[in-house]
């Protein structure tokens, strides 16, 4: 696959460095205890085209009080699927 370079730059979590390209992992979901839900979205540049997919996903409640433990866990399978469901469009 072929990616513009300019393009890749533009990517936040994307480096180019000595001719390689480096792509870092999300960074782990943070307190829970938010009013937003948690958002990730990920966009694949090849040719000038791009393919985004996002995911979102609401704190796990306890009446009015967000769970943090089971409200991370939620936000970290999320992730994962949102990884797995770009794998499968853009493939190997």
């Given at each position: 696959?072929?990616?513009?370079?300019?393009?890749?730059?533009?990517?936040?979590?994307?480096?180019?460095?000595?001719?390689?390209?480096?792509?870092?992992?999300?960074p782990e979901p943070g307190d829970a205890h938010v009013?937003?839900?948690?958002?990730?979205?990920?966009?694949?540049?090849?040719?000038?085209?791009?393919?985004?997919?996002?995911?979102?996903?609401?704190?796990?409640?306890d009446g009015d009080k967000a769970e943090p433990e089971?409200?991370?866990?939620?936000?970290?399978?999320?992730?994962?699927?949102?990884?797995?469901?770009?794998?499968?469009?853009?493939?190997?």
């Amino acid at each position: 696959m072929h990616f513009l370079a300019d393009e890749l730059e533009r990517v936040k979590n994307v480096e180019i460095a000595d001719g390689e390209v480096r792509i870092r992992d999300f960074p782990e979901p943070g307190d829970a205890h938010v009013k937003v839900p948690h958002m990730r979205k990920l966009v694949y540049l090849e040719n000038g085209i791009a393919v985004v997919v996002k995911a979102e996903a609401d704190a796990v409640l306890d009446g009015d009080k967000a769970e943090p433990e089971q409200s991370l866990e939620k936000f970290k399978r999320t992730d994962r699927q949102l990884m797995l469901m770009m794998a499968s469009l853009v493939g190997p």
